[in-house]
């Protein structure tokens, strides 16, 4: 592969990452998959180049670190929302467990059911 088919490459790899980031922003699980693919059937190419680094390619490998690093802050982020999120709803669950009994008086079960055991 000489160096200009690489830095095609390269350049093809580094607006996929682009969409990898908007994808991020928006969070658009769909995208993402399909974006996941597209990377990992790039990866070979990264392996079987063996010429001299030049100034160029390394100026799109500096830009393709530094959008990685970035689209796995956002990964981070979300996954960290997604726990906080989730936290959240499993203390609120374990507080709220008033129900209410026949006489529409509310009082206190260990747990929340969602059938009527006493039938």
């Given amino acids: 592969m000489t160096e200009k088919e690489f830095l095609r490459e390269l350049n093809q790899f580094y607006h996929l990452l682009k969409k990898e980031n908007q994808a991020l922003i928006k969070d658009d699980g ?3 998959l399909s974006i996941v693919e597209q990377k990992e059937s790039m990866v070979p190419i990264f392996e079987v ?3 001299p680094i030049k100034e160029k390619v390394q100026e799109r490998l500096l830009a393709i670190r530094t959008l ?3 689209n796995l ?3 981070n982020q979300a996954l960290s929302y997604q726990k906080m999120f989730m936290d ?3 203390q609120q669950l374990k507080k709220n467990n008033t129900v209410y009994a026949p006489n529409n008086q509310p009082y206190q079960t260990t747990e929340a059911t969602i059938i009527d055991q006493d039938m």
Avoid: A
Wanted: glycine share 0%; proline share 0%; hydrophobic share 25%.
């Fill in 88 to 90: 959240t709803i499993q």
């Fill in 30 to 32: 769909e995208t993402l």
């Fill in 68 to 70: 990685q690093e970035e």
């Fill in 49 to 51: 180049y063996e010429e």
């Fill in 73 to 75: 802050l956002l990964t």
